[in-house]
């Protein structure tokens, strides 16, 4: 059964592999923040809880996120799933293992990009100012929006701080979780930097392998 967790830094992708992971495997993806939003608009008293931290742009705390977690796998996690932001924290990872209502991991598949390269994709990247829709403009001369017309415009600078103060967070709290899952032989490292496609491929072939 595959039981997986995708790590990653902000902007290396992992959004994209998660869908092509899912559809390979047909295993149920959570993405935390996903279900954070979901929670919230259920209107129940624990999204009125978490509510109450994201509106304040607080962090919610992790004994909230466990709980959301564990129910999410109560209903869902049956024949495995994937994670796509969780474990954020070594102490959740932990949790993971050994707490009731859990199991613990078969792989972790981390994509590894350095910061310099991140921070290129956050420069490179447009927004349209008509439909929201992104866009990776490698050398610039693209300032019109294929799907509407309208302008690309470039927030980089907004961006690139946000970028580092996640990527701070990330290095701090999460990058742990490699040497941990690499501790238990379930570690998976993935150069990031490849094209999607190649990033890809590499993943579906150890999938693969692992299954026959
Ligand atoms: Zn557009």
């Known amino acids: 059964m595959h039981r997986i967790v995708l790590i990653g830094p902000p ?22 923040g996903n279900l954070l939003r979901r929670e919230v608009e259920s209107g129940s008293d624990l999204g009125q809880e978490v509510d109450g931290y994201l509106s304040k742009g607080a962090y ?3 004994g909230l996120i466990m709980r959301l977690v564990q129910s999410w796998m109560a209903e869902h996690g049956e024949a495995g799933w994937l994670l796509d932001g969780f474990p954020r924290t070594l102490a959740q990872a932990q949790a993971l293992e050994s707490d009731s209502g ?25 927004e349209c100012s008509e439909c929201g829709a992104t ?22 600078d907004d961006d690139l701080e946000n970028f580092r103060a996640r990527y701070a967070n990330y290095r701090d709290l999460t990058q742990p ?20 496609d190649d990033v890809y491929s590499v993943i579906e072939n150890h999938l693969t392998q692992e299954v026959s």
Request: charged share 15%; with cysteine.
């Open 11 to 32: 902007a290396s992708g992992k959004g994209t592999q998660c869908k092509r992971i899912e559809s390979l495997l047909g295993v149920p993806t959570l993405g935390t």
């Open 177 to 196: 979780l490699f040497d941990y899952y690499a501790a238990q032989g379930k570690l998976l490292v993935v150069d990031g930097t490849a094209s999607p």
């Open 60 to 62: 919610v705390p992790d």
């Open 135 to 156: 866009f990776s403009v490698v050398n610039g001369t693209m300032d019109i929006c294929p799907d509407c017309g309208g302008a690309l415009v470039s927030r980089a």
């Open 102 to 126: 859990f199991q613990a991991p078969s792989l972790a598949i981390a994509l590894d990009v350095p910061q310099a390269v991140l921070e290129g994709r956050i420069n490179n990247r447009r």
